[in-house]
């Protein structure tokens, strides 16, 4: 299923490629930068912080097209070698809400599939589907790293 739910948004993806090459490309600062953003974005090494390790905190800016600039930030919940990923994120680094991402990956005949689950807490449907529209764009930036 990929889609909002009441309390967040949905996202199952398989990619042709191996539980090892995605779980690098979702904890490597080189990879992260490279696909965190979409296609028009651009998140520069210097500005990214991100040890995936449980209890680690993460940075990152997204500079945007027109120059402006996301600040991100996050905390590093649970890290299972090639199976399992959860961070918190928001880009309002000043306040104390974070919503909690889960990143599953199971392997499959060719490749890896892989269950995302975000809470977005106090959204409305219409800011729920602009999320999950976003991380469909990261995520086919990040299959283009994985499929090589």
């Known amino acids: 299923m990929t889609g909002t739910t009441p309390d967040g948004i949905v996202i199952d993806r398989d990619f042709s490629a191996d539980l090892p090459t995605v779980f690098t490309a979702w904890t490597a600062p080189e990879h992260f930068a490279r696909w965190f953003g979409g296609k028009d ?3 520069p090494l210097d500005s990214l912080n991100f040890v995936a390790e449980p209890g680690r905190t993460w940075t990152a800016q997204m500079v945007l097209p027109d120059g402006n600039t996301i600040d991100w930030t996050g905390e590093f919940v649970e890290v299972v070698p090639h199976t399992r990923l959860v961070l ?4 309002k680094p000043s306040e104390e809400g974070r919503a909690r991402i889960v990143v599953e990956l199971t392997p499959i005949g060719g490749g890896t599939h892989m269950h995302f689950t975000q809470e977005t ?5 219409e800011q729920q589907v602009g999320v999950l529209h976003g991380w469909q764009g990261f995520l086919d930036e990040l299959e283009q790293i994985v499929v090589g």
Do not use: L, Y
């Open 41 to 43: 974005v651009q998140v």
């Open 88 to 91: 918190t994120i928001t880009d």
């Open 121 to 125: 807490p106090g959204f409305t449907p």
